[in-house]
């Protein structure tokens, strides 16, 4: 299930069985860390994996201490290929 809204996704996860959140901290209605912090109450344990923009690391670090279980940064795909191409 998808949600583009923080109120959105917490009626998701009230009316779904959703084993996994992919969350990104830039939400209309709510910040991401507001969200996650909602979640972690709501479903304890529940895996959640923040993306974040290349240039907002600290948010991403900042809900990985918050209780995200780990986060992704979201790039543009040709900076990515290109990243690839040049390891």
């Known amino acids: ?6 109120e959105e996704a917490l009626n998701q996860l ?4 959703v084993e996994l959140v ?3 901290v830039d939400l209309p ?7 996650l912090h909602t979640i ?4 304890p344990g529940l895996p959640t ?3 974040t923009a290349s ?8 809900a990985m201490r918050e209780g995200a279980w780990d986060y992704a940064v979201r790039t543009d795909p040709s900076v ?3 990243r690839i191409r040049h390891s």
């Open 14 to 17: 009230e009316s779904h069985f």
């Open 29 to 35: 209605d709510i910040s991401g860390a507001s969200l």
């Open 22 to 24: 992919i969350l990104a």
């Open 80 to 82: 990515f290929k290109d």
């Open 55 to 62: 240039d907002n690391l600290d948010a991403a670090l900042n």
């Open 1 to 6: 299930v998808t949600a583009v809204s923080g």
């Open 49 to 51: 994996i923040v993306v």
């Open 40 to 43: 972690e109450h709501y479903r």
